[in-house]
C-alpha cells in the first residue's frame, strides 16, 4: 500500500506546512526531489556535451544519457534502446511520426473523437499539406470507445493515431484491442501516451504497438522532455525529421550521411539535464506499483464524483463509473463558465484545479460546452485534500 | 466593463508595481478585443471576479452572492463612480489651479490639495471681528458695481487690468496676500485701487486716517507707507506711540500729517469710504477684485495670475 506521507515528503512542495493542493496532475505532475537534485548535479558537477566531447565531464554526459535511454526501454519494455528518441514532448513525437512517416494523399488516417490538439492538428495540417483523409471515429454517448465504429472505419484505412488515455475525461481506450484490429487490417497505430504513461504499465510489446510517444513533465520528470517510441525497423524506414548536427555521420559540400536510429531523430543538442531529470523519475515511478497509484486514484476520484453528484447542475464528462475515468473527473455546469470556479478555489483554498477546454477543443465544439473544470488527482494527493476540495466547492456552488 | 475599470485602476497601480502592470496589460488587451469588436479571451474578467469572490465568499456569502450575480450592473455602477469622481477630481484641479479651493471660487469646502483651507481663510467682517479663520461664504453677491472708489488711493489709471485689494492692515490674510497684488499690479501695470477696510474693528483707524492724509497730501508716496505697514510687524505699527517715528521714517510733515489725521473730515472721509466698501456685500478681508472679479482670502499668486491673464474658462 501507498505510503502517502512518506511519499509527499519525497517532494519539497508537498513538504510544506502551507503546501497547495494539486489537482492539476493530467496537465504537469509534480517533481520528487530526486529529479530536480539530478538535474541540479548536471549543471553543477558535469554540464558536458553528450556523444562529442573526449573529456571526463562529456564521457560522464554520454554515459548518463545512454543510462536514461535504456531505462526508459526497459520501463516500457522495448526491444532495443535504440528505439528510444528523445523529444520535448508528445507534441513534437506526433509531429515527427506525421513529418516522417510516408503518407500520400489518399491515405485514411483515424483519430478519435476527443483527442487533444497535440494529436489532431498535426492531423489536420498533413490534411491540407499531403492530402491525407482524417476520418474521426465517433465514441459512445458515455465518450467511451466504440470498437464497432472503429472496425468498421478501420478498413481501408492506412494509419491509426490515438489517445491512450483521454486528458478530457481520464477513460483509457482499449489499446490492446485497437491494435490488434488496426493490425489484422494491415494498419499501423501510433498510442498518445502522454496521459497514460504516468498512471500504468505501458508494455510497448505487449501491446505490440508501432509507435508511442509521452511527455516527461506528466510522468514526474521535467519539462521539455518526451519520448518518441517506434519499432526499430519502423523507425529505419521513418525519414529524417528535423536535421542538422548530431543526426549525421559526416558531410561534403555536396552531401552527408545520416546516422542510425535513434540518433537521426534527435537533432541539435539535446536537453542533458531534462533527460537525466527524465531518467530520475523513471527510476521513483519504478519502485511504486500501478496498481497501487491506480486503486488510490480511483479511491480519491470515487469520494468527489459522489460528492459532486449531490448536485444536480453539476455534469460529469465521460462515464457515469469513476473506476473507467482514472484520476480525472472533469465537471461543468450549463451556462457557467467555469474559469471561475479555478479560479476561487485557487484564491480561496489554494487548490490548483485546470479550467478550459483543456486542448479538446473540437470535442467541447461538437458538443456546445462552453468550457469545464478538471481534478485530476495522482499518488501524492490525499483525501484529506479531496475533501478540502468539496468543502470548497461547496461553498462556491452556493453563490454561484 | 470590468475590463476597462482594470484597465484604468491597474494602469494607475502600474506605475509602482511591476505586479499590478501585468494585469494592466491583460486589461488593455480585454479592452482593446472588445473595443475591435472581439471577445475578449484572456480571462481578465473572470480573473478579477474570482479574487473578489474569493475574498467575500467566507465573510459574506450573500455579498458574495449578489456580487455574482450582479457583477455586470456593479462593474457599470463603479465604472460611472469612477468616470463621475474622475471628473470631479479634475474640476476640483482645475478649480484649485485657478481658484485656489478644490470647490471653486471662494468656496471653502474641504480641498485636499488645501487640506488647512489656507486659501480661503479671511478676517471676518460680518459680526465676529475678533476672529481670523475659516468662515462659511456669505450668499451676498460680493460685487464693484456702483461702487464709487473714486476717494481711494489709485494709481496705474488708464490701465486697461483693474485691481482693487480691500485688506486691513491688522488681518494676517491681508498681510499674507498683499505681496502678491503688488507683484501683480507691477508686472501688469494694472489700475490699482486700495481700500482699507477696518475687519477687526478701531485700531487700526489711526492708521487709516494716517493713509487717508498721506495720499491726499503727498499722493503717490502712499504707495511705498502702504507697503512699509503691511510688510512690518503689525503691533509696532498698531501701537500709536510709534505713528510720529514711521512718518518721519518716510520724511513726512508729521505735525501736518497728525493735524489732518484729527481733523474730523478726515474721520467723515474715512467713515464714508467705509460706508462705500460695506456696499460691496464684502465678508471677509482681503478681498481683490481682478477686473470685477472677486477673490476672497489669501490665495496663490497663479490664481491672481490666471484671472488677470484671462485663463479661467470656466
Known amino acids: 500500500m501507498l505510503d502517502i506521507n512518506k511519499i509527499r515528503k519525497d517532494f519539497k512542495i508537498l513538504s510544506d506546512e502551507k503546501a497547495p493542493i494539486y489537482f492539476d496532475n493530467a496537465c504537469m505532475s509534480l517533481k520528487p526531489n530526486t529529479v530536480v537534485n539530478a538535474m541540479n548535479t548536471y549543471y553543477y558537477e558535469f554540464p558536458a556535451c553528450a556523444g562529442r566531447s573526449a573529456h571526463k565531464m562529456g564521457d560522464k554526459v554520454t554515459k548518463k544519457i545512454k543510462e536514461t535511454r535504456t531505462l526508459i526501454a526497459k520501463f516500457i519494455n522495448a526491444d532495443s534502446q535504440k528505439e528510444i528518441i528523445f523529444t520535448r514532448n508528445t507534441t513534437e513525437g506526433i509531429n515527427l511520426l506525421a513529418n516522417s512517416f510516408p503518407f500520400k494523399s489518399g491515405d485514411i488516417v483515424l483519430v478519435s473523437d476527443k483527442e487533444h490538439n497535440s494529436n489532431l492538428v498535426p492531423w489536420l495540417r498533413l490534411k491540407e499539406k499531403a492530402g491525407i483523409i482524417l476520418k474521426i471515429i465517433p465514441g459512445n454517448n458515455d465518450n467511451t470507445f466504440n470498437l464497432e465504429n472503429f472496425k468498421e472505419q478501420v478498413i481501408g484505412a492506412k494509419f491509426v493515431s490515438i489517445g491512450h488515455t483521454s486528458n478530457l475525461d481520464g477513460v483509457t481506450n482499449p489499446a490492446k484491442e485497437i491494435i490488434e484490429i488496426a493490425h489484422k487490417n494491415g494498419v499501423l497505430v501510433h498510442l498518445d501516451a502522454a496521459q497514460s504513461i504516468a498512471h500504468q504499465k505501458i508494455d510497448v510489446r505487449d501491446l505490440d504497438v508501432d509507435f508511442l510517444s509521452f511527455s516527461g513533465h506528466k510522468m514526474l520528470g521535467p519539462s521539455g522532455t518526451g519520448i518518441f517510441y517506434g519499432k526499430q525497423k519502423l523507425l529505419e524506414d521513418l525519414a529524417p525529421f528535423m536535421v542538422g548536427g548530431d543526426t549525421v555521420e559526416s558531410t561534403t559540400y555536396e552531401s552527408y550521411k545520416m546516422l542510425e536510429v535513434p540518433e537521426k531523430f534527435e537533432a541539435g543538442l539535446q536537453d542533458y539535464a531534462g533527460i537525466i531529470g527524465l531518467g530520475e523519475a523513471v527510476k521513483y515511478l519504478d519502485q511504486l506499483s500501478f496498481k497501487e497509484i491506480s486503486e488510490h486514484e480511483i479511491k480519491l476520484n470515487t469520494y468527489i464524483t459522489e460528492e459532486l453528484r449531490k448536485f444536480p447542475k453539476v455534469k460529469i464528462i465521460g462515464p457515469t463509473d469513476p473506476v473507467l475515468r482514472g484520476g480525472i473527473i472533469n465537471f461543468y455546469i450549463e451556462n457557467t463558465d467555469m474559469h471561475k470556479f479555478a479560479i476561487i478555489l485557487d484564491e480561496m483554498a489554494g487548490i490548483a484545479i485546470r479550467s478550459g477546454q483543456h486542448c479538446v477543443h473540437s470535442w467541447f465544439h461538437s458538443k456546445k460546452i462552453y468550457n469545464s473544470a478538471r481534478v485530476s488527482v495522482y499518488f501524492y494527493n490525499t483525501m484529506e485534500e479531496a475533501e478540502i476540495f468539496i468543502s470548497n466547492f461547496t461553498k462556491i456552488l452556493k453563490i454561484i | ?314
Open chain 2, 1 to 314: 466593463m470590468a475590463c476597462l475599470i482594470g484597465l484604468i485602476i491597474f494602469g494607475i497601480m502600474g506605475i509602482f508595481s511591476a505586479s499590478h502592470r501585468a494585469l494592466a496589460k491583460e486589461a488593455f488587451d480585454c479592452v482593446f478585443r472588445r473595443i475591435t469588436l472581439r471577445p475578449c479571451n484572456s480571462g481578465f474578467k473572470e480573473k478579477i471576479k474570482g479574487k473578489i469572490l474569493s475574498r467575500l465568499i467566507n465573510k459574506s456569502p450573500f455579498t458574495a452572492r449578489m456580487v455574482n450575480r450582479h457583477y455586470e450592473i456593479l462593474s457599470w455602477i463603479f465604472f460611472i463612480l469612477m468616470v463621475g469622481s474622475t471628473v470631479w477630481v479634475l474640476r476640483g484641479g482645475y478649480n484649485f489651479y485657478v481658484y485656489g479651493s478644490c470647490n471653486g471660487l471662494n468656496a471653502s469646502g474641504f480641498c485636499a490639495f488645501d487640506p488647512n483651507g489656507d486659501n480661503n481663510k479671511i478676517s471676518s467682517v460680518n459680526g465676529d471681528s475678533s476672529t481670523c479663520g475659516i468662515v462659511q461664504k456669505s450668499e451676498k453677491t460680493v460685487t464693484l458695481k456702483n461702487i464709487d472708489l473714486s476717494s481711494f488711493p489709485a494709481k496705474n489709471i488708464g490701465s486697461k487690468d483693474t485691481v482693487v485689494f480691500i485688506g486691513c492692515y491688522d488681518c494676517d490674510y491681508s498681510r499674507k496676500a498683499y505681496p502678491d497684488i503688488q507683484k501683480l499690479v507691477a508686472k501688469k501695470d494694472a489700475n490699482y485701487i486700495f481700500a482699507h477696510y477696518p475687519a477687526k474693528g478701531n485700531i487700526t483707524d489711526k492708521l487709516a486716517y494716517a493713509g487717508y492724509c498721506i495720499y491726499k497730501n503727498d499722493g503717490d508716496k502712499f504707495w511705498d507707507w502702504n507697503t512699509y505697514l503691511f510688510a512690518t510687524d503689525k503691533n509696532y505699527i498698531l501701537d500709536p506711540v510709534n505713528l510720529d517715528t514711521m512718518l518721519q521714517k518716510f520724511n513726512f510733515d508729521v505735525k501736518k500729517t497728525e493735524e489732518c489725521i484729527a481733523s474730523p473730515e478726515t474721520k467723515k472721509a474715512v467713515d464714508s469710504q467705509v460706508i462705500e466698501l460695506n456696499k460691496t456685500n464684502i465678508y471677509g478681508t482681503p478681498t481683490i477684485f481682478i477686473n470685477q472679479k472677486a477673490f476672497v482670502g489669501p490665495k496663490p499668486y497663479r490664481v491672481y495670475r490666471s484671472a488677470i491673464n484671462k485663463f479661467i474658462f470656466f
